[in-house]
């Protein structure tokens, strides 16, 4: 379905992505209704919608041609299996961008890392193409944003495993998977289904697209694609493999056989700058641009985000580390300064002892807040760890931290979990875990 005028679609989940979703059908004559479980839902716009509010959508499908849905909502939902069995499309908000975007798409996805990488790419692109668009997962809906593009602009997309289990026809240009460790099993039920998941990002491209895959990470290094694959590793490439690798030798990057770049003048992860180089290069962009942006880079809000010096203590914000990878990663960016940890949060069926077993040196104290706090102390019993405190609040946690720490020490949010117990989202998380450091609240 390419034509959706007067097309009778059903968008459920009025968030940020189904809204932006209702307006693009909106724009594009078809008859929409928009639907959420909530009885009322905070937004301003200048069109009518018929509205089904505050009831499931499980008796309304069969009257659809088509159904779009937030990337909140599980592909397992009664409705969502209901519009299959009857044979009705449903699409994520992210298929239908593709369907409606008239130029090429890179699309990124992972574990851990998507932000990054996603927000670099497209600073590189940006300077080879004016006309690139960055968004997706990373803040903005791809169906807020294709209204302005045309044939000859570009769109950077950052691609969640959510989004990726709606997906249809989608087809980047350029896919890439940066890495994949336990994570959303609580969603996706099982980590093959995890897996299979991710790999959905390359499963409509052909021999003339390009897919970057993390060499370094044993699920990825083994994935099958029909698109022209180009690994990236830490390491020296295979013997006869430089065409097929961004790889470091001698401290420095390398794309195929041209060097790029020494790894010491970028602050970004090598993994990250590694990724960036293969999939910028890949689509086309100049290596200046891409040293350019890598020397530039400052960092990501809320991933291992400098906050403050306070009385020699530096705090930092890494509250978009939803999983146990990602908060590894952030244990060991300090060197051997010790770190006062704040962690914890919602549930998402992760086991805790690998990242546990890794505090033994780094942190000096943990200080829990939300519903995994009694999972994580239990995974410290079985590790032996023992300095850790459950606190109430987020606000506590800090000042309990502020109270703790010493010169040269670091105070850290890096939770392994989701924020869904206490929060609205990550971001909130971290705005406010900035806040209460800052003395602001």
Not at 59 to 65: A, H, T
Not at 229 to 253: N, Q, W
Not at 298 to 305: D, F
Not at 355 to 379: C, M, N, P, Q, Y
Request: hydrophobic share 40%.
């Amino acid at each position: 379905m390419s034509d959706f005028s007067n097309k009778k679609i059903l968008v459920c989940g009025m968030a940020r992505s189904g809204q932006a979703a209702a307006l693009a059908l909106h724009a594009q004559n078809a008859q929409v209704t928009i639907t959420d479980t909530k009885n009322a839902i905070e937004w301003q716009h200048s069109h009518k919608f018929t509205a089904r509010l505050g009831e499931e959508a499980t008796d309304l499908v069969q009257d659809y041609d088509c159904i779009i849905i937030s990337p909140g909502i599980s592909i397992y939902a009664p409705f969502v299996q209901r519009a299959k069995s009857l044979g009705i499309p449903v699409w994520g908000e992210a298929e239908l961008a593709y369907r409606l975007c008239p130029c090429p798409m890179l699309a990124i996805t992972g574990t851990n890392g998507k932000t990054t990488v996603t927000t670099l790419v497209g600073e590189i692109m940006k300077k080879n193409n004016q006309k690139t668009a960055v968004a997706g997962n990373i803040g903005t809906p791809l169906t807020s944003i294709v209204s302005e593009l045309s044939s000859d602009s570009l769109v950077v997309a950052e691609i969640s495993s959510f989004q990726l289990e709606t997906i249809s026809e989608f087809r980047p240009r350029v896919s890439a998977i940066l890495n994949i460790t336990q994570d959303h099993i609580d969603r996706h039920r099982t980590m093959e289904n995890y897996i299979k998941t991710k790999c959905r990002i390359f499963e409509n491209q052909r021999q003339n697209d390009i897919c970057v895959l993390n060499y370094d990470c044993e699920i990825t290094r083994t994935l099958k694609t029909q698109a022209k694959t180009l690994f990236f590793t830490l390491g020296e490439c295979p013997e006869g493999a430089r065409d097929s690798f961004v790889f470091v030798r001698d401290g420095k990057i390398y794309f195929q056989d041209t060097p790029i770049m020494p790894l010491a003048e970028t602050r970004v992860l090598a993994e990250n700058a590694l990724a960036v180089t293969a999939i910028a290069i890949s689509a086309g962009a100049t290596i200046d641009s891409v040293t350019a942006v890598l020397r530039e880079f400052m960092g990501v809000e809320h991933r291992i985000e400098y906050v403050a010096d306070i009385g020699g203590v530096e705090y930092y914000n890494d509250s978009k580390a939803t999983n146990t990878d990602a908060a590894i990663k952030a244990l060991g960016a300090f060197g051997d300064k010790p770190i006062i940890l704040i962690a914890g949060g919602s549930e998402k069926g992760l086991d805790f002892l690998p990242w546990v077993r890794l505090f033994d040196g780094r942190v000096s104290h943990l200080l829990l807040i939300g519903e995994t706090s009694d999972r994580i102390i239990k995974a410290c019993d079985t590790a032996g760890f023992t300095d850790y405190q459950k606190m109430a609040t987020l606000e506590q946690a800090v000042g309990y931290a502020k109270q703790m720490a010493r010169t040269g020490s670091v105070v850290l949010l890096s939770p392994a979990c989701a924020s869904f117990d206490m929060f609205k989202n990550f971001e909130e998380r971290g705005k406010l875990y900035k806040e209460y450091v800052r003395g602001v609240i």
